[in-house]
């Protein structure tokens, strides 16, 4: 598959998305090897790759089968009241979040989310659980055959950015990316300006379906200095 460039309205003039397709990630793939191949005759030297974080952690052996989650009660009962689109409406996925964090807080949680909608605001499960629930992604829409697997965040997402970055002597950052305007970086190699990152990806180009492109080429085509890059 030729890979298509995009651009979108959140990327500054002269910074272009490239969407790369890769074979299916899988557990113990050595990541260097499968960007090289992936990348071969699209990158330069020196260009920012982005890694979807969710690839990272299936490399890492970092998902768990739905199917070996036994849901507690009170999971069961609270993803019945969790919006439709949300991890936390997966009982499985809310019962790692109870387990890691415990039920007293998932309680809390859940109380003061009630009381912050009763004043006009939203989100307050998932500020005062954070990265509990940021780092564990849902089963709805991952590839085959990880569509019934609960995928954890990567481990130690700065060192594998800098580890790749040093193999394939680019700019590397691992990212967790939503059709919903939000990008997050949990990793990155030690020059790359997150937030830069994060605002390039406000349109996720890597995409949130089946087109199996876990890896973008941001590649900067403008005058001057790259503007995700610190000097």
Known sequence: ??????????????????????RLIAPGDDLAVLIREAL????????????????????QSRFIPAEFI?????????????????????PESLQLVIDQVGARRVVFAAIAHVIGRLRGRRGVFYE????????????????????????????????VASELAAALDLHVAIV???DLGVA???????????EAVERALAGNPHGNGDEQTPLVVLAWRGAGPNPLVRA
Do not use: C, F, W
């Open 1 to 22: 598959m030729i890979p298509v460039a995009v651009k979108d309205a959140a990327l500054p003039d002269g910074l272009v998305a490239i969407p790369v397709r890769t």
């Open 40 to 59: 071969h005759g699209i990158v330069r030297p020196h260009e920012v790759i982005v890694i979807a974080e969710t690839a990272v952690a299936i490399a």
């Open 70 to 90: 036994r849901p507690s009660p009170l999971a069961l009962a609270l993803s019945r009241r969790a919006g439709a689109l949300a991890t936390m409406s997966q």
């Open 128 to 159: 005062i659980l954070g990265e509990s629930i940021a780092a564990i992604d849902g089963y709805t829409g991952t590839l085959p055959p990880y569509e019934r697997a609960i995928v954890l965040g990567p481990s130690q997402p700065d060192r």
């Open 176 to 178: 967790d990316a939503n």
């Open 184 to 194: 997050k970086t949990l990793g990155a190699s030690p020059q790359l300006d997150r």
